[in-house]
């Protein structure tokens, strides 16, 4: 096959563009830092990218989700922690009260303290996140307490039961028992409310006995029974606690959890890494080579071309 000048010129152009098109890629991948920047430039590449993205985006979605998870479970501790202590309080009362030595000005206070505990208690039976009561099951917007519920006879159908807390016999408040569950890691869900309603309900009728009892003794009535006073609040207490071991479990689960997620972030990130970003040494050196076969391309172009009628009349 003869080969022409033309020919040779076009192969000349030919491979001076190629050249320029892989220092064009050389150069874009140290300004950007990455290994391609479409994805026809290594599909395997874009489409692991998509993959570990994909991963990568869970994983910080379960992290959001654990933070959701521990305003939960740390507000319901907290709010436990406080009825504890007004438990003990009231234990205290109780015990003071059943000294046979007290004036009725003294249950009158005594009565007077029990009162504030037990609207602290409903206060607390109230704690929400964010917008959400937090002890009311899945009716997250119903507050488990009401103080302007609180009669001496609701009727059947009423939602709240005579101390104010929502009544799990009632139709309307179908889900106060259920279970909040949020997922957090692939298939993984966990319960981040407390039944809150057998607990604060147990306690409310235990503060109604109590009130009624230091009312009867201040009206002259009759001596409330005192020991069986103390043995509800001791059970109400014992509920607390129960409670708030279930919490603490289900925190330390969280903990490993926790750190199950950032181990699994710190291993997609360094997958994505290794699939994507460039290393630099090696972009480098490969511009340079690319650089020195380019300046040789010139070289020998140069020579290629056919000279010009002025070159010869020289």
Known sequence: MRVTQSMLSSNMLRNL????????????????GKKISRPSQDPV????????????????QF????????????????????VGLAMHRVRELIIDANN???????????????????????D????????????????????????SKIVSAPP????????GFLDPNNL???GIEEEVIIEINASVELKVNTNGVNIFSEIGNMMRELQSALENEKNNVGKGDYDKLLGDTDDCTDLVLTARSDIGARQNRVEMMENRLSSQNLIVTKQMSDNEDVE???????????????RAGLAVGSRIIQPSLVDFLR
């Open 17 to 32: 563009s190629g050249s320029y098109s892989k220092m064009g890629v050389l150069q874009e991948q140290l300004n950007t």
């Open 45 to 60: 590449i874009a489409m692991k990218g998509i993959g570990y993205r994909s991963d990568l985006n869970r994983v910080e």
């Open 63 to 82: 992290e959001r989700n654990l933070g959701e998870v521990n305003n939960w479970l740390d507000s319901s501790d907290d709010a436990l922690d406080k």
């Open 100 to 122: 046979d030595t007290k004036t009725p000005e003294d249950r009158d206070n005594i009565a007077k303290e029990i009162e504030q505990i037990r609207l602290q208690i409903g």
């Open 124 to 147: 607390l039976a109230n704690t929400k996140v964010g917008d959400k009561f937090i002890f009311s099951g899945t009716k997250t917007l119903s507050p488990l307490y009401d103080e």
């Open 156 to 163: 059947a159908t009423a939602p709240y039961d005579i101390n």
């Open 172 to 174: 309307t408040n179908t």
């Open 280 to 294: 630099y040494e090696e972009a480098i050196t490969n511009l340079i080579t690319q650089e020195s076969i380019h």
